[in-house]
């Protein structure tokens, strides 16, 4: 039978000795934060036309210029669309919190003000606890083109004005592939041949697909395809796009061709588009540059 | 038996009671990089660099939890984790080795005293040999310790890849500040 007192010298040793190695030797690696929400579902806050649920943090700006030039269908005398000019969209986002920020904006088409919110209200996790992050995005635009062309006919701020609603749900599955869903909707107070969306339609739905796959860690190629739920034929078809996005260490480049000219996403939705089985597509690019205007 | 046990315990306590009393450790560490770039110069830091000094054995340990770095704007912190430096997989940076001082006759650290720690140096998970220059000495109260260092990191010595197309605007050169304050390690 062993001793009671070098059985209490032997458990004595071993505790001590317990505590004072693992520090004679190397530190434990601990990780400051352990349940990371997952990051960079997609490059930037926008992906070829549609948000994402891509968010700044409290006191960043996000600076986006959009454009959209000319179908390829015109040729090479027209350099396939560049001589053609381009819709451009301007943007301005800040963040008024980590998961909330307000924009506004400027396109081209219809010479569309527009302004907005997003809300970050579900973030995906790395250790699976939510699976998904879904964010809120609502927005109105107000189009400011002349219409005096229309003689004696009235077109109000109310007519002027338009609606849209978005939820995007994105999930990213491996470092390679992300995919996004965006139930949307939009409303335009006034429709008709004086504004650039083809149908007479006020109510417009659809659902956006979004998915992203990374080549390496600066590279991705992206796709888009919005489904419209309203049958109207030929008049609005679903839009389609390809592209490649390109992350430098101070911005993100996106190039992409895509079957609109619409760059806001309620005319990305409702908006007219080329035919892209049959040269319908158009070459487009985004630069995004984010600032950090206070911490 | 009933004799030997004091003498165990009498032998142990002596064997790690000067060693202990020589090792410093720290967690709240201040590390820096900067990156001067032709068309861009930042920097990104983080206060969770973790260390640890033995003045007897000369051995040092630090690391840094990567995820912890901040470049001023959340969307480059992002970028910086998930396409630069792959913090899921290879989430810290870290050196290991030995160290000495650079003059002889030691016998206060009152004043910075420069040495030199040879050792290892890894992050994104290649790891490199490393000579750093640094400096220690006593914090005011005598309780403590600080070390200050800095070194340049190449990104492409640790397969941090850098395509030609973002050359203008992330340095392939890395200049790495730390100051860490630590305190006398105390059972």
Redesign the interface.
């Given at each position: 039978m062993?001793?009671k007192?070098?059985g209490?010298?032997?458990i004595?040793?071993v505790l001590?000795?317990g505590?004072?190695l693992p520090?004679?030797a190397?530190?434990e690696?601990?990780?400051?934060?352990q349940d990371?929400p997952v990051?960079?579902t997609f490059?930037?806050p926008r992906s070829i036309n549609l948000l994402t649920t891509?968010m700044?943090?409290r006191g960043?700006m996000?600076y986006a210029i959009m454009h959209s030039f000319g179908e390829l269908e015109n040729g090479w005398r027209n350099f396939y669309g560049i001589d053609n000019g381009a819709v451009i969209r301007f943007s301005l986002e800040y963040g008024i919190a980590?998961d909330f920020s307000v924009f506004v904006g400027r396109s081209g088409l219809d010479k569309v003000f527009d302004t907005g919110v997003r809300y970050r209200f579900l973030r995906q996790m790395?250790d699976g606890s939510m699976p998904v992050s879904v964010a809120l995005t609502a927005s109105t635009g107000l189009n400011s083109s002349e219409y005096n062309f229309l003689g004696s006919t009235e077109f109000s701020l109310y007519d002027r004005t338009s609606y849209y609603a978005g939820l995007p749900v994105s999930r990213k599955f491996s470092?390679s592939v992300s995919l996004q869903l965006t139930p949307m909707m939009a409303r335009f107070n006034r429709t008709g041949f004086e504004i650039s969306i083809p149908s007479d339609a006020r109510w417009y739905y659809g659902i956006g697909l979004s998915g992203r796959y990374r080549i390496?860690?600066?590279?991705a190629l992206t796709g888009q395809f919005i489904w419209s739920e309203n049958d109207l034929g030929d008049a609005v078809r679903n839009n389609v796009a390809l592209g490649l996005d390109?992350?430098?260490?101070?911005?993100?480049f996106q190039l992409f061709f895509t079957t609109t000219q619409s760059l806001n996403d309620a005319y990305a939705l409702a908006g007219r588009n080329g035919n892209p089985m049959d040269g319908g597509f158009r070459f487009g690019f985004n630069v995004n540059r984010?600032?950090?205007l206070h911490? | 038996m009933r004799r030997i046990a004091p003498l165990i315990l009498l032998l142990l306590s002596s064997a790690y009671a000067p060693l202990q009393a020589q090792k410093y450790f720290g967690e709240t560490g201040f590390a820096e990089f900067e990156s001067r770039a032709p068309a861009l110069t930042f920097t990104g830091v983080s206060n969770n660099l973790a260390g640890l000094i033995d003045l007897q054995t000369g051995m040092v340990d630090f690391y840094l939890d990567l995820t912890t770095l901040d470049t001023g704007i959340a969307l480059r912190n992002r970028h910086m984790r998930d396409s630069y430096l792959n913090t899921r997989n290879f989430p810290f940076a870290e050196f290991t080795g030995t160290f000495q001082f650079n003059e002889p006759a030691v016998d206060t650290l009152l004043q910075p005293r420069p040495v030199t720690a040879t050792g290892v140096f890894t992050i994104h998970g290649i790891s490199r040999d490393r000579q750093v220059e640094g400096t220690v000495q006593f914090t005011g109260d005598g309780t403590g310790l600080v070390l200050e260092a800095s070194f340049e990191v190449a990104l492409e010595d640790h397969n941090i890849d850098r395509p030609r197309v973002v050359f203008y605007e992330l340095s392939d050169i890395q200049r790495v500040r730390i100051r860490i304050e630590m305190e006398q390690y105390d059972e």
């Open positions: 062993m001793n007192s070098f209490k010298a032997v004595f040793a001590t000795l505590l004072v520090v004679r190397q530190l690696r601990r990780m400051v934060v990371r990051e960079l490059m930037a891509e700044l943090s960043e996000h980590d790395e470092d390496t860690g600066r590279l390109i992350e430098t260490g101070g911005h993100v984010l600032f950090m911490r | -």
